[in-house]
């Protein structure tokens, strides 16, 4: 069964970081697309940056150049490197696996439980 759960989240002062880790088990790993999706109250899911097997990335325009989006397949672990963070970016942060590549659509067959991120100004 695939599972996948999220750490990292915290809160910060805005121009601040933060790394989210997105642990994997139950399937090959790296044979799976993946992406990180955020929610904020009263807000639709989003998503945020995406990577596929092969290592190339898609993100969504207000992050990039700020997120960076990573996994490590001898870990089972993805990542999401969040620098610059702004209050904008507070959400709930989830990762998402699939074998079908939904580039940053939340189509995503498997989801973590989340983990929270709270930027103050």
């Known amino acids: 069964q695939v599972q996948l759960v999220e750490s990292g989240g915290g809160s910060v002062q805005a121009g601040g970081s933060l790394r989210l880790s997105c642990a994997a088990s139950?399937?090959?790993?790296?044979?799976?697309?993946m992406g990180w999706f955020r929610q904020a109250p009263g807000k639709e899911r989003e998503g945020v940056a995406a990577?596929?097997?092969?290592?190339?990335?898609s993100y969504a325009d207000s992050v990039k150049g700020r997120f960076t989006i990573s996994k490590d397949n001898a870990k089972n672990t993805l990542y999401l490197q969040m620098n610059s963070l702004k209050p904008e970016d507070t959400a709930m942060y989830y990762c998402?696996?699939?074998?079908?590549?939904?580039?940053?659509?939340?189509?995503?067959?498997?989801w973590g439980q989340g983990t929270q991120v709270t930027v103050s100004s």
């Open positions: 139950g399937y090959t790993y790296s044979s799976y697309y």
């Open positions: 990577i596929d097997s092969d290592g190339s990335t």
């Open positions: 998402a696996a699939d074998r079908i590549f939904w580039w940053l659509l939340p189509r995503y067959e498997h």
